[in-house]
């Protein structure tokens, strides 16, 4: 996943998953953390330096993620 500058359009960073494949991501809504799907977790990472902060098993992978509107919660949507 990775940042940019819109103004410039520079890429500003990037940042592997610890899994391989990318499924869905969503942006809390004060940009402070990010919730990365992947095939078999869900990573939420701080929203500028994409530190890692928390992972969240799912054995059939969470196919979709979304922040609620004022960021408190997570919602994750998995096969299973």
Do not use: M, Y
Not at 34 to 42: D, E, F, G, N, Y
Not at 56 to 62: E, I, M, S, V
């Amino acid at each position: 996943i990775s940042s940019w500058d819109i103004a410039t359009g520079k890429r500003l960073r990037t940042q592997k998953t610890k899994e391989d494949g990318l499924l869905s991501r969503a942006l809390s809504p004060d940009g402070k953390r990010v919730a990365i799907s992947t095939p078999i977790s869900c990573e939420i990472r701080e929203g500028v330096t994409f530190k890692l902060l928390s992972t969240l098993k799912f054995p059939n992978g969470a196919v979709s993620v979304a922040f609620s509107k004022d960021g408190s919660k997570l919602f994750a949507a998995s096969p299973d």
